[in-house]
């Protein structure tokens, strides 16, 4: 329970400095196809997602695939869990980062490319090329859920993947903003994923994480045990 309660309290936006220093004992788990080992998840990728993808197939390392099933199971028949993204490549996160890095820019002139950077990793994580220091999505233990029922997303008070920039905006996990209706959402969501494991990044309401660098500085560990990983190495 006090696990619990810190998640649903905590605010602090870890800084890129203090993840940094965390070292990695890569595990060696392999990257598995999450609908392959969880049938009744639905797969809802954005389109900029999907054309990348080339296929409705999102991938997670193996814990991560059975930890997403139990969480599926205990939602369903009521509600299903919804997976808009989980692993990606370091191309696709460069790709990403760059887009938003670039549209901050263009909004914001007049502030310096560290501040930019800032309001960037706030949105998403930088793809370094040191190995040592992957992005949470590229290690294969970072996904983004939500739930539905009867078809249709709940209202978790923003939409998946919209950031606006206002004092204390909808989409960190915490916001005050969101009404009651939308806070229990967020209370189930955070409850189902933490009973199975993850822990959850306090800037997205929809992004958990496991053995990652990010769940390995939240949950107060020494070590990650989830490093960059190649799903075309693991076909090889």
Known sequence: MERLERILTQTQIIGKQIIDNIPIEECGEPLLSVSDVVPNLRIQMTSIRYEYAGSNTLYARKSVCGMLKSVAAELAPAYELILFDAYRPIEYQRMRYRSVFDSLRTK??????????????????????????????????????????????????SSYGIYNETENPRHLTNSSLVNEVQRQNREMLIRVMVKAGFSNYPGEWWHFMYGDREYAVYEGFSHAFYGRVSLEQEQL
Do not use: M, Q, R, W
Not at 114 to 122: K, S, V
Not at 130 to 139: G, I, L, N, Q, V
């Open 108 to 157: 914001y002139p007049l502030k310096t490319d560290e501040e930019i950077e800032a309001l960037t990793f706030a949105v998403v994580f930088p793809p370094d090329e040191d190995p040592s220091k992957p992005p949470p999505h590229a290690t294969g233990g970072a996904v983004d859920v939500a739930i539905a029922s009867n078809g249709a997303l709940l209202d978790f008070g």
